[in-house]
């Protein structure tokens, strides 16, 4: 458990490997690494199963819930843009059947 003296700097390191999941996160979605997606968030899933079991002092309290906070609203705007791709993704495979469709019932004449 960090001390008094030296929770700012625990907590500041906390905040920046939260920060780093979420950058890994933003880079997996762009690249479509839906399989690296799904490590990291394993990955931040275990680091923050550990960062509120341990850090339960009253001292962090408020800035564990600024940082829950902080988490639930990057992951509303991850899961809209894994949402978007998903939608962007099944508009691609229904145009891709169209034209698969049009050209054997072209080359069925």
């Not at 001390?3 to 920060?19: I, K, P, T, V, Y």
């Not at 001292?59 to 978007?84: G, N, P």
């Not at 698969?100 to 019932?105: D, F, K």
Request: proline share 2%; glycine share 6%.
């Amino acid at each position: 458990m960090p001390s008094a003296e030296n929770g700012s700097d625990w907590l500041g390191a906390q905040e920046l490997r939260l920060s780093g999941f979420a950058d890994q996160i933003e880079g997996c979605i762009v690249t479509a690494d839906w399989d690296g997606l799904t490590e990291v968030l394993n990955s931040r899933f275990e680091f923050i199963q550990q960062l509120f079991s341990d850090a339960s002092a009253p001292i962090h309290q408020s800035a564990l819930k600024r940082m829950a906070e902080t988490i639930l609203l990057e992951d509303a705007a991850f899961e809209a843009r894994v949402e978007a791709e998903k939608q962007a993704v099944a508009r691609q495979h229904e145009e891709f059947e169209r034209s698969r469709r049009a050209l054997q019932a072209y080359g069925g004449q």
